[in-house]
């Protein structure tokens, strides 16, 4: 809950801004221009892997680092020093005269805005102290100075902001997708990317007719489209979206879970990779990989595992509850 400004003995001294954005590409550039304040990478893939109910910030990103260890993204034990550094940075927030929170419209960002905003309102910020700045582009791939110029348009975060998006976090960690469906598209108005972002990660569960996901189904298109080289797959697969947000880990984890050799939708041939005959009645929505395909993952709160699978149909825009047992 925010508390009303304290008292300038009650105050501690107050330092320069601190910066906080999605990852490193963003940093350097900030460097490159010089920008001036502490500077803080996120990093986490907030969409791939389990973001469980009941944890504290530290306990998380330990559970975080532990995942992404296993999962491809690098050593566990790095990673779990790296957030732990994050997280001390962010926790020293009373010390910063301006929180400024760099994000793009992209699920990826999207879920670690709503993670810091979290964390932010559970602190005793005086109002105006977190400003915001939404981009519709990718920051990583601006020029210096037209990054910086994005300054010109911070906004203070509102009351209403911070406690709607601790309220949808808290939903994004719950164990079923419910409540995050229920209220997804009524988040803060000053999120103007949230719903669509969030409504993407609705498409990342199974289809109810082929039980692929929406990533999935954009790869075998693409291979179907005549790309057989993986780097151009993921580069066909990309251009189908409305905001990419997949970098190369999350993505080959979803292409390498195709080629499951038990239900194998993607075959690997000299020059790359073609569709199985399962892949295209898959594709072709005509049978389901889940009847022969085991699926195991977490979205958020939520693990998909065994008889419970959650499916989103994307005909009715809803989701189907996994069958009573």
Known sequence: ???????????????????????????????????????????????????????????????????????????????????????????????????????????????????????????????????????????????????LALQNHRRPVVRQTLQGAAGIWEAYRAATPERLFEIHASGPSQLRHLTAALYRLFQEYPSVQSGISRTQRHILEAVADGAHATEDIFRLAQLREEAAFLGDAPFYKRFKELCDPAAPLLQEIQNGYRLTSLGRRVLAGASDWLSSHACERWIGGVHLTGDCIWRWDESAARFVAPAEP
Request: aromatic residues 8%; hydrophobic residues 40%.
């Open 1 to 147: 809950m925010l508390k009303p400004r304290q008292s300038a003995a009650s105050t501690p001294r107050l330092t320069s801004r601190l910066h906080v954005t999605n990852g490193d590409s963003v940093v350097y550039i900030w460097r490159k221009g010089g920008l001036v304040g502490t500077q803080l990478p996120w990093r986490d893939v907030l969409h791939d892997g389990p973001v469980p109910a009941g944890l504290t910030l530290p306990e998380l990103s330990a559970l975080r680092a532990q995942y992404l260890g296993v999962s491809g993204y690098g050593n566990a034990i790095k990673i779990g020093h790296d957030f732990e550094k994050r997280d001390a940075t962010i926790a020293r927030c009373m010390e910063f005269e301006e929180i400024v929170l760099w994000f793009e419209h992209d699920l990826y960002d999207q879920l670690q805005l709503l993670q810091i905003l979290d964390y932010l309102a559970g602190q005793p910020l005086a109002l105006g102290r977190v400003q915001l700045i939404q981009s519709d582009d990718f920051l990583g791939l601006l020029a210096a100075p037209e990054l």
